[in-house]
């Protein structure tokens, strides 16, 4: 199965403050990445397929990138809204595996 | 708007089998558009795959679980279903269904599955005796 790494695990961050999320695979999964941000006793809400696309309603400051074995998430300027946990999702063969998440905190 | 929400026992006792349903509204589960999925989510842990069902029914499990794992559709009601055999504490899980395109190719790269939305709100199930 791919394994998915995503670092760090957890962050803090301040409203306005740019943030990155990585997500490494363990092999070549080309664009075959998704995103989720998940709040607490929430389902997962999907926000980027094909490592960089943005799904329909998703704000525009969040964004993602890369190809192959690196990936990232990016979040221009941190809204108290975005406070959650975040997901990656690799789709390019089965069985469909998930990183560990990365828990973005208020400083 | 595609809507699902699972439903089935809260409570299940140690080797007894965990069975949930997911009910689809605004799609049909006959379309060829989707593949229809299990996920599970242990307290205070991460995601992990359980399984889709596509239409035909051709089915994809976790090897991790498969020995263990059945999903059938019930195209009647327009749901499917999640059997889980010789369940343990460690099952103890918020299970959630939710869609995922089948196989597509783009620019010449071929992908086996597709990202999962919407997912449903997600069913405690725990076990216990």
């Known amino acids: 199965a791919i394994q998915l790494t995503q670092s760090p695990s957890s962050l803090s961050g301040s409203v306005g403050d740019r943030v990155t999320i990585t997500c490494r695979a363990s092999?070549?999964?080309?664009?075959?990445l998704a995103w989720y941000q998940q709040k607490p006793g929430k389902a997962p809400k999907f926000l980027i397929y094909?490592?960089?696309s943005l799904e329909s309603g998703v704000p525009s400051r969040f964004s993602g990138s890369g190809s192959g074995t690196d990936f990232t998430l990016t979040i221009s300027s941190l809204q108290p809204e975005d406070f959650a946990t975040y997901y990656c999702q690799q789709f390019n063969d089965y069985p469909l595996t998930f990183g560990g998440g990365t828990r973005v905190e208020i400083k | 708007q595609m809507q699902l929400q699972e439903s089935g026992p809260g409570l299940v006792k140690p080797s007894e089998t965990l069975s949930l349903t997911c009910t689809v509204s605004?799609?049909?589960?006959?379309?060829?558009?989707?593949?229809w999925g299990w996920i599970r989510q242990p307290p205070g842990k991460g995601l992990e795959w359980i399984g889709n069902?596509?239409?035909?029914?051709?089915?994809y499990y976790n090897p991790s679980l498969k020995s263990r794992v059945t999903i059938s559709v019930d195209t009647a009601n327009n749901q499917f279903s999640l059997k889980l055999r010789s369940v343990s504490a460690a099952d103890t899980a918020v299970y959630f269904c939710a869609p995922n395109p089948p196989g597509y190719c783009t620019g010449g790269t071929c992908y086996s599955g597709g990202w999962l939305d919407p997912w449903g709100q997600g069913i405690l199930v725990t076990v216990s005796s």
């Open positions: 094909d490592a960089s």
């Open positions: 069902i596509y239409y035909s029914g051709k089915t």
């Open positions: 605004g799609a049909s589960i006959t379309t060829n558009s989707y593949n």
């Open positions: 092999q070549d999964i080309s664009s075959a």
